[in-house]
């Protein structure tokens, strides 16, 4: 039997590069489509010369240089971090909108099923918690989050176009934080600031009070959902995300107790529009994949923190099974 070939956008992100390597081990050909701008060949490193992997290092938002037949498509190229999108806002727009229909039309013209990654985001700040697939959201289209969130919304609303008026098999992860090595140390989020900040004996940088929650979800469970997502007969979206939640607070707790830092908290400004609550209910995963995440946030931050001690570059725990 000869192998099926995925196209991953994003291939050399956080979540792309472990994706990447999970396929490769279900004995997927893979090639990863990125621009290097967020994403890195060292995430990479474990793949570099596998016979069933390559790189192209292109914009998802340009036409893609790419021959041969093509089974599935994962687009997952845009920038993630909140400081990265707010500094890049037309970028992450672009991500969202014209990589979007490029990666539609490479699926839509190889017969290739679709997967989009999508994220927690498009419920803005929730106003029904826990968040299921059926809240359509509550998001400010013109705040500086809109950027992101708009984006994911319209590249979602464009994937379920494609399915409805061209019959796409087509999939859409709605992903929720997410953590674990190759989380890059200075992307900016909670976990990364956190643990860099801990190590180095500085303050913790709590935005606001600290109340607001998350849940946070490791990303050997995270990317076991994805593939299971893109393997199953399901259409449209599914929340893939750990639903244990926790304040920043307690996060910030756990931190200090598990790197053993002397770091105080210091309290900083909420961003704008930073949604106050945060909870996948994975009601349909647990349903649909018989999908349910197995690490712990606990857990989840030491093999992170082994990861950020040990020389950050490749050396991550093997591909999710
Ligand atoms: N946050 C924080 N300190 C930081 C970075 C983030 O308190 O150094 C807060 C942020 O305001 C948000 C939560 O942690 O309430 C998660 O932020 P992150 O940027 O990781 O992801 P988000 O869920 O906002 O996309």
Not at 160 to 186: C, E, Q, S, W
Not at 199 to 211: F, H, I, R
Not at 257 to 272: K, Q
Not at 292 to 302: A, H, I, M, Q, T
Request: glycine letters at 10%.
């Amino acid at each position: 039997m000869t192998s099926r070939r995925a196209v991953v956008t994003g291939g050399a992100g956080f979540i792309g590069s472990h994706l990447c390597e999970a396929l490769v081990a279900q004995g997927w050909k893979v090639t990863a489509v990125d621009n290097l701008v967020t994403g890195s060949t060292d995430n990479l490193a474990g793949l570099a010369d596998h016979a069933d992997f390559e790189l192209v290092v292109a914009d998802a938002c340009e036409p893609l240089p790419l021959g041969g037949d093509v089974d599935a498509v994962l687009h997952l190229a845009s920038m993630a971090s909140p400081p990265d999108y707010l500094d890049h806002p037309i970028e992450t727009l672009r991500a969202g909108s014209v990589a979007t229909e490029r990666a539609l039309e490479l699926a839509r013209g190889s017969g290739a099923r679709f997967l989009l990654a999508s994220t927690s985001e498009v419920y803005g700040d929730p106003l029904e918690h826990p968040q299921s697939e059926s809240y359509s959201g509550n998001v400010n289209p013109v705040g500086p989050r809109s950027v992101y969130d708009e984006a994911k919304r319209y590249a979602e609303a464009l994937t379920m176009a494609y399915h409805r008026r061209f019959g796409l098999d087509a999939k859409i992860v709605r992903i929720f934080n997410t953590m674990g090595p190759r989380l890059r140390p200075a992307d900016g989020r909670v976990v990364s600031n956190f643990l860099n900040q801990a190590l180095e004996g500085v303050p913790l940088t709590v935005y606001g009070d600290g109340s607001q929650t998350r849940s946070f979800c490791y990303i050997d469970d995270e990317v076991r959902g994805i593939v299971a997502l893109l393997e199953s007969d399901h259409v449209g979206p599914m929340n893939i995300g750990n639903p244990d939640e926790f304040t920043v607070l307690q996060l910030a707790e756990l931190v200090l107790e598990i790197t053993g830092s002397a770091s105080r908290l210091s309290f900083a400004a909420l961003p704008a529009d930073d949604p106050v609550r945060r909870r996948p209910d994975i009601t349909l995963a647990r349903t649909v994949l018989g999908w349910e995440p197995v690490v712990s946030l606990r857990e989840g931050l030491e093999l992170t923190l082994e990861w950020y001690r040990g020389g950050r570059v490749g050396s991550a725990p093997g591909p999710a099974a």
